[in-house]
């Protein structure tokens, strides 16, 4: 059983930046996408960011593209989501997900994901 763990959550102004960390307990192999999801109060769970497999390309959802950079480091198992000029509505629990095998089509799909975290809370006041 795969276990993610996520860390670096916070409260902070708008305008500020975050970096969130992920770390796997498991070693990260080239089929593995990860993702990052987050989900405000009354809202359902959204795409962020991803890492296609092994790939190296990221997809981001419009909202927070140019703003947060996801990134991976296989040797040490982690993946970070930076978040730069971060806005109120940015705030959420934010979320790692880890896909086995999964295609391309789907990984904007929290249901692509096999793994999850248990969250991170970023608050963003304005």
């Known amino acids: 059983q795969v276990q993610l763990e996520e860390s670096g959550g916070g409260f902070l102004q708008a305008g500020g930046s975050l970096r969130l960390s992920c770390a796997v307990s498991?070693?990260?192999?080239?089929?593995?996408?990860m993702a990052w999801f987050r989900q405000a109060p009354g809202k359902e769970r959204e795409f962020v960011a991803s890492?296609?497999?092994?790939?190296?390309?990221?997809y981001y959802a419009d909202s927070v593209k140019g703003r947060f950079t996801i990134s991976r480091d296989n040797a040490k198992n982690t993946v970070s989501l930076q978040m730069d000029n971060l806005k109120p509505e940015d705030t959420a629990v934010y979320y790692c997900?880890?896909?086995?095998?999964?295609?391309?089509?789907?990984?904007?799909?929290?249901?692509?994901?096999?793994?999850w975290g248990q969250g991170t809370q970023v608050t963003v006041s304005s």
């Open positions: 997900a880890l896909a086995q095998r999964a295609i391309l089509s789907t990984i904007r799909l929290p249901a692509t994901y096999n793994y």
């Open positions: 498991a070693r990260l192999g080239s089929s593995d996408t």
């Open positions: 890492l296609f497999r092994n790939y190296g390309r990221a």
